[in-house]
């Protein structure tokens, strides 16, 4: 070996490793869960409005190794943070997945007005006059509609900010309850195989039923090819929620397994005896052992 040469091969060693090891520290340990406060809020330039993060990850989670993971992400994140580590989910028959819930920062009537614009792919006027009146709020108080620029946060803002500080690859996954399950479909519908695992839970289709599910049908049943990368679907509901969610329900999962699509894998349960609110344990479950089982 040239020793003259030593110092220098030395210094290139140590700046290696001093420029490189930021590329290793930048990533994130899991926070110690303090009941059920967020691990973060993002503010969306996009919509906005704020939204909490909340976060479960595999048990040998360490940024201590290159091992990368999975992401599901999950609407309405916050109501179902708590089922995330519940015994009603067996982690030892799923692959190692990073879950992240997605919710809105507000509360109450604020929450519910959010979820009819960020979740619903159209407007419908109808609905909104009905909400309003329901809720008891002032008119134009609820648009719906919100869904494209919803997904574009998710996109642009949500999804960068966990694959900067987490350890993730591009096999991503969303699931959604009620709303979240209309929001969920959209996605699919939509795919660009940005998502490839969906977890379509008590889908609210009779929102935008005649402009979203009708013409959904239609594409379902028109035989054409479609380009798209093998993907996992789930759908679910419960049996007590109401007849026109359960037969909606139906309608779209029996005309997605008519088409026979090469790289669609999809399957499908009605829970016996569950209502809309008693059914979310057993459908993230589902989707969990349906879209991630070993």
């Known amino acids: 070996m040239n020793f003259l040469k030593l110092p220098k091969l030395l210094f290139i060693t140590f700046s290696l490793l001093i420029f490189c090891n930021p590329l290793f520290s930048q990533k994130l340990e899991p926070k110690e869960r303090i009941g059920n406060n967020p691990d973060h809020i993002i503010n969306s330039k996009i919509m906005e409005k704020e939204y909490l993060i909340?976060?479960?990850?595999?048990?040998?989670?360490?940024?201590?190794?290159?091992?990368?993971?999975?992401?599901?992400?999950?609407?309405?994140?916050?109501?179902?943070?708590?089922?995330?580590?519940?015994?009603?989910?067996?982690?030892?028959?799923?692959?190692?997945?990073?879950?992240?819930?997605?919710?809105?920062?507000?509360?109450?009537?604020?929450?519910?007005?959010?979820?009819?614009?960020?979740?619903?792919p159209y407007r419908d006027t109808l609905t909104d006059r009905k909400f309003e009146k329901k809720f008891g709020v002032e008119k134009g108080t609820i648009t719906t509609g919100g869904a494209v620029k919803f997904l574009e946060c998710i996109k642009k803002e949500i999804v960068p900010f966990i694959d900067e500080h987490y350890k993730t690859n591009f096999d991503r996954g969303i699931s959604g309850h009620s709303l979240g399950g209309l929001f969920t479909a959209y996605c699919f519908l939509n795919s660009d195989n940005y998502f490839t695992r969906f977890g379509i839970n008590s889908p609210s289709f009779q929102m935008n039923e005649k402009i979203f599910l009708e013409p959904a049908i239609v594409k379902l049943t028109s035989n054409e090819t479609w380009n798209i990368e093998p993907t996992k679907v789930y759908i679910s509901t419960g049996e007590n929620e109401s007849p026109m969610m359960v037969s909606n329900m139906i309608k779209f999962s029996l005309y997605l397994k008519k088409s026979n699509y090469e790289n669609v894998d999809m399957n499908w349960r009605i829970y016996r005896n569950e209502s809309h609110t008693s059914v979310i344990p057993f459908s993230l479950n589902g989707t969990l052992t349906t879209l991630y089982g070993k």
């Open 54 to 120: 909340h976060m479960s990850f595999p048990k040998n989670y360490s940024t201590k190794d290159t091992i990368t993971y999975p992401v599901l992400y999950v609407l309405d994140g916050k109501s179902t943070y708590r089922y995330f580590n519940s015994s009603n989910i067996d982690f030892e028959k799923i692959e190692d997945v990073i879950l992240v819930g997605i919710s809105h920062k507000v509360n109450g009537i604020e929450s519910r007005i959010n979820r009819f614009n960020d979740y619903t």
